[in-house]
């Protein structure tokens, strides 16, 4: 019995430990969606101030009108991708804090079994 106790107080040990990583990632995966998030609209204001002038006038004409509307469009098309992928990142973010939290209560949820099973083991050694 006493061995089981001690086995049963190691796993816990190693458990708290798991619960405490978790966390810290939670943390720094909180401190990434936040600096992301920061940085969004920035990409966003870019992506406007650079594909926002209209191309008028007489200084545009012909050939290189086109080419240069043409490279607006790849600047355009660059800015959607970067912001799909903002978008995916923060996603994915969101993905893996909720997987670590289920993982963290699941750890507590065993850890809180684990120290019901040492009481009944220590119920029977006096008993």
Request: aromatic share 2%.
């Amino acid at each position: 019995m006493h061995e089981r106790i001690v086995r049963l107080k190691s796993r816990n040990n190693e458990l708290r430990a798991r619960v405490g990583e978790a966390h810290g990632n939670i943390e720094r995966l909180e401190t990434a969606r936040t600096t992301i998030s920061e940085e969004k609209p920035n990409v966003q204001d870019n992506r406007e101030t650079l594909t926002r002038k209209a191309l008028d006038g007489d200084e545009w004409r012909g050939n290189r009108k086109e080419e240069h509307e043409g490279l607006r469009d790849d600047i355009k098309a660059k800015f959607d991708d970067a912001e799909s992928h903002i978008e995916q990142l923060l996603e994915d973010i969101r993905a893996k804090k909720a997987q670590l939290q289920s993982s963290i209560d699941t750890m507590q949820n065993t850890i809180t079994l684990n120290e019901s099973l040492i009481r009944e083991e220590r119920e029977k050694a006096r008993g």
